[in-house]
């Protein structure tokens, strides 16, 4: 374990001295390490024949596919483990039944709870993302597990996607540059990372059966890089299979998906695991590059198509023996990359730890996102203040579990009632008052698979007996704080949402708080977008947290009273209409049987930029207690060649009266281009720490290959010659300072 406490050093230090999204180095004179992944090696190659060669046919089919709830079949009588696997995308899941959903009610499977990975990018702090990584691996260790279902890195195509909460940005390059850490955090820890779900998995109505259909170059240009990065930066072991189809077939059977792009193309060397029950076809599924099949049985596990149909098909010359060979090879090779077969030394592993509580901490600090902060409404100033009213649900409301997908069984989880309670001065009193009631029409209890078509209905009327609480509270308080937005019933995989508008009559609620008390601050507290323009014009201060851990209270606390300066930044564009938003706009969501991505290459700000479309808060955006203003930028060159990198250059000087972190950010455009692009795309991005009346150069590599374009024709990247204009900002709509350069 020394190893990994010197890993965890190092990328705390990238926190201060500041993270190089694109070459992933820091820019220090004391530190050279970067990020090295761990490749799979064919080390154990002739050990794994001999295996193969003792093993029945049988026993071989037994591994490709689930033997329980979350495991494939091992062969005991030759030493080889079954394949542990674990949800997921907010810590590692509680143990279940091995035959069912049922919890297994056992007492010591209590982990961290850790912010969803929309929080994760709202830190535009890669180095955050190895700390998610590295601990979320430990505690998944701890449990004796050996593959974890995350990262999932979806591009948010829809604002009302069912798991924007769980996905990343709508951003590609963004996308990669924070799952790779995750990856290589997590497989430094004798694990591997499932990257999910593999690909053009944009929307849960209609996911287990959807006909995606879009062209070669927006696959290319915004749905494969970021896994294009995990598979190939970050060395990730596995892979998930989706759900829906791509271009006429199931994604679990997709020749092209799994075989051709992902392992002839990218070098794949790891397994495919299909999502549950998202297979549908016995040698077709084995002959298109999936591996493992898991799912939910009907009564037992040998009724799945990689069981006994595929003995079946085996002894009727369907399919030769040679070929289940080749996936129980992958299956073993993972296996003995992180020494669950062979393994001396295998990381043990530590849950549920304060240092683990802390890693969930510091990353939901830098998630929140300052949105809107006249007349210095925050931070909290307290001087005078007697009686804080604290209004709303999602003031005491938990995330851990709830919804449809994978949640967290935690032993804490520091609600913001909580957090006000132990921060504030005994001196002060707090009111609170519930406000509004999580109500819904029809809450149906799905089972895995189960798509309800357009997300829960709720009750938007308000209770008037908690309105007038509320009212009363906020009247006999000198401030008033109303938390509101969602929580994970409502944001859930298994449906999208309805539209923008807030659930549970909040907006009727904030504004009569807001009317009878004016200095009230309002904080969201949610995973996807909202319409909050209306209550963004009426209140001073409007914040962003999003379904944030077990220290999720304590972090936002912190940043209302001022013990941390907010640093986080949108990873999606939050729209004023929802028909502004691309996928809307051009009536391409959800459709039926198929849906066509017409948007193309324009998805989020790239659509909102190209189209000249003004969003209620711009991809990027996010407010700081202090000011920054940039300077002297530049290039390190005039022109570059193609095989070349593009150094950038920015002074970042704190103008204000507190010590804060900015994310600058690089956006390239090509006004002259001979293909269709958009009006501009991030290519780089660097988070830095600059002290009150100080400044700091931040220089951002970006490589020109990073420019390229994919030409449909010649099927390879393309760098088009002439001037790029890089532009430095804190937004996609915050263009500070701008250089040219001209790329032979």
Not at 237 to 250: C, H, Q, V
Not at 455 to 481: F, H, M, R, W, Y
Not at 715 to 733: A, D, F, I, M, Q
Request: hydrophobic share 40%; glycine share 8%; net charge neutral.
């Amino acid at each position: 374990m020394k190893n990994k406490i010197i890993k965890l050093s190092f990328f705390s230090m990238l926190l201060v001295t500041g993270y190089n999204a694109n070459s992933q180095t820091v820019k220090s004179t004391k530190v050279k390490e970067s990020i090295v992944a761990k490749s799979l090696t064919s080390k154990n190659d002739a050990e794994i024949d001999k295996l193969i060669s003792k093993m029945t046919l049988e026993e071989k089919i037994g591994m490709l596919h689930g033997n329980s709830m979350f495991a494939n079949g091992g062969v005991k009588r030759l030493g080889i483990p079954e394949l542990k696997m674990a949800d997921g995308p907010l810590g590692v899941r509680e143990e279940i039944s091995r035959d069912s959903w049922a919890p297994a009610g056992l007492t010591n499977d209590f982990a961290t709870y850790y912010p969803a990975d929309g929080a994760l990018a709202a830190t535009w702090n890669p180095s955050l993302g190895y700390t998610f990584g590295n601990s979320v691996g430990q505690e998944l260790r701890a449990r004796d597990k050996d593959m974890l279902l995350s990262p999932a890195i979806n591009i948010v195509r829809t604002p009302l996607g069912g798991r924007t909460y769980e996905y990343m940005t709508e951003d590609p390059f963004l996308n990669k540059k924070m799952a790779v850490p995750v990856v290589i955090g997590l497989q430094d820890n004798d694990v591997m990372a499932c990257v999910k779900h593999f690909a053009a998995n944009n929307q849960e109505t209609n996911r287990d059966f959807v006909d995606v259909q879009m062209d070669e170059r927006t696959l290319r240009e915004i749905y494969l890089p970021a896994f294009e990065a995990a598979v190939k930066e970050g060395k990730a072991y596995s892979i998930m299979g989706a759900y829906n189809k791509f271009r006429g077939e199931y994604l679990c059977e997709n020749d092209y998906m799994l075989n051709k792009v992902l392992r002839d193309e990218w070098g794949f060397k790891g397994v495919v695991v299909s999502d549950w029950a998202a297979v549908h076809s016995t040698v077709k599924s084995l002959n298109s590059g999936l591996d493992i099949e898991m799912g939910t049985p009907t009564t037992k596990f040998n009724e799945f198509f990689l069981a006994d149909r595929l003995i079946a098909a085996v002894k009727a010359g369907e399919i030769s023996e040679t070929e289940i060979n080749k996936h129980v090879k992958r299956i073993l090779g993972v296996l003995f990359q992180v020494k669950a077969m062979g393994g001396k030394d295998r990381v043990k592993g530590s849950i549920a730890t304060e240092a683990h509580y802390q890693d969930a901490y510091k990353i939901a600090t830098e998630s929140v996102v300052l949105l809107k902060n006249d007349n210095n409404a925050l931070p909290l100033k307290l001087d005078g203040v007697k009686s804080i009213a604290v209004i709303g649900n999602n003031a005491t409301k938990k995330n851990a579990l709830g919804g449809f997908g994978a949640g967290v069984k935690t032993k804490r989880e520091v609600t913001p009632l909580d957090g006000l309670k132990s921060k504030l001065p005994s001196s002060i009193k707090i009111n609170y008052a519930e406000g509004y009631l999580e109500r819904y029409e029809e809450k149906k209890v799905g089972k895995l698979g189960d798509i309800t078509m357009n997300g829960p209905v709720t009750i938007d009327q308000l209770d008037p007996a908690k309105l007038q609480e509320a009212i009363e509270a906020a009247k006999n308080s000198d401030v008033a704080i109303v938390f509101a937005g969602s929580n994970r019933d409502y944001e859930t995989e298994a449906s999208d949402r309805r539209s923008l508008k807030l659930p549970f009559g909040q907006e009727e609620l904030i504004q009569k708080v807001l009317a009878v008390n004016p200095r009230t601050i309002v904080v969201m507290v949610a995973g996807a977008p909202f319409d909050i323009d209306e209550i963004g014009k009426k209140t001073d201060a409007l914040v962003w947290s999003w379904f944030n851990g077990s220290e999720g209270g304590n972090a936002l606390v912190d940043v209302l009273l001022g013990k941390v300066n907010p640093s986080g930044k949108l990873p999606w564009t939050m729209p004023k209409n929802i028909m502004d938003s691309p996928a809307h706009a051009t009536n391409s969501f959800p459709g039926g049987k198929t849906v066509d991505y017409a948007e193309g290459i324009l998805v989020g700000y790239r659509w909102f930029d190209t189209k000249k479309i003004e969003p209620l808060y711009p991809f990027g955006y996010g407010l700081s207690y202090t000011s920054f203003a940039f300077d002297n930028a530049k290039t390190d060159k005039k022109e570059y060649t193609a095989d070349e990198t593009i150094a950038v250059s920015v002074t970042v000087k704190n103008t204000g009266k507190v010590d804060g972190k900015e994310v600058v950010q690089l956006y390239a455009s090509k006004s002259d281009s001979q293909i269709t692009r958009a009006a501009q795309e991030l290519k780089g991005f660097q988070k830095v720490l600059v002290k009150t009346g100080n400044s700091a150069t931040v220089t951002i590599k970006v490589p020109v290959k990073e420019l390229a374009y994919y030409n449909v024709e010649t099927k390879k990247w393309t760098v088009e010659p002439g001037n790029y204009t890089l532009k430095l900002g804190s937004s996609s709509r915050d263009s500070k300072k701008e250089v040219i350069v001209t790329i032979k």
